[in-house]
């Protein structure tokens, strides 16, 4: 008995999937909706009148007001803000990168007292918001080092808060064969060397992926450079300077200025984010192959 072929049939889906991929494809449909909204409505909002603002019209703007984003760029001093904002995200980068790298790679290749506590002192400053509470003893500190006049005192406190950075180049490490220290040290390179040669030049996609983060987190701080530029307005950061736009000369409300600002702000984001993006695709290519 012959029996019945089965390659001129396609292959069923079974039922269940019918009701999961709905559910799905909607869930991500409106975790976009309500990822790009906010940005849609600041854009929008950017191209508006302060009166249209106020008196929440429609969605679209009655006439496009284009020259919004020229006010923003002389009301703010746009840019000297983004020099700062620039120069504050990019040395703490650089800094958080090359502490959080070397401390990750101790705590991975060796074993020294305290190491447990120290591990476990870093991840409970990833649960633990000590927010405004601290903020008096940095600036008196810093300013025992007469660092609160510039941003650099702003800088050495972002760098000091590199435990996320520290998890995350761990993590990367674990994927380095301990071989590769063990054949340097028999080639007679020492610890330092081998880190700086061969170790760290193998860590570029992890160190993509949390300068990243670290370069975000810097480029939104808010209340540090608000504190220590109080009485240095020329050191002020964008996001200090678009606070700044919320009431003009005349104490009216600019949040159509805000928006446009804003907007302005996201440019040197993007950019960073395209050119980290060929790191995040190589980690996930790695991850795929493994």
């Known amino acids: 008995m012959n029996e019945p072929s089965i390659a001129g049939k396609k292959p ?35 191209l508006k009148t302060g009166a249209e603002m106020m008196s929440g019209g429609d969605l679209l703007p009655r006439e496009w ?34 502490v959080a790298a070397m401390a990750a790679y101790v705590v991975d290749r060796r074993d020294f007292p305290g190491k447990a506590l120290y591990v476990g002192v870093q991840a409970s400053t990833m649960f633990i918001s000590v927010g405004a509470i601290v903020l008096r003893p940095q600036f008196d500190l810093m300013v025992k080092l007469n660092l609160n006049s510039s941003l650099w005192g702003v800088i050495l406190i972002l760098i000091s808060a590199h435990s996320s950075t520290f998890f995350i180049l761990q993590g990367f ?18 610890f330092i060397r ?5 170790i760290l030049p193998l860590l570029t996609p992890g160190l993509g992926v949390a300068g990243l983060f670290a370069f975000r987190h810097a480029w939104n701080e808010y209340i540090l450079p608000l504190v220590f530029t109080m009485t240095n307005p020329h050191l002020q950061t964008l996001t200090v300077g ?49």
Not at 74 to 97: D, E, K, P
């Open 12 to 46: 069923t889906i079974p039922a269940a999937k019918w009701i999961v991929r709905p559910i799905m494809w909607l869930f991500l449909a409106a975790t976009v909706l309500l990822t790009l909204f906010p940005i849609l409505m600041t854009i929008l909002g950017s």
């Open 65 to 98: 007001q284009f020259r919004n984003y020229a006010e923003a760029w002389q009301q703010t001093n746009f840019a000297r803000f983004t020099w700062n904002s620039v120069f504050l995200s990019v040395m703490s980068t650089v800094g958080t990168l090359l």
């Open 173 to 190: 490490y674990k994927s380095i064969p301990r071989e590769l220290d063990e054949a340097a040290m028999v080639d007679g390179s020492g």
């Open 194 to 198: 081998t880190f700086f040669r061969i």
């Open 242 to 290: 678009l606070a700044n736009l919320r009431y003009g000369s005349s104490a009216a409300m600019q949040i159509h200025l805000m928006m446009a600002g804003a907007c302005l702000s996201i440019l040197p984001m993007l950019v960073v984010y395209i050119l980290a993006n060929k790191t995040f695709i190589q980690v996930t290519a790695g991850s795929v192959k493994g």
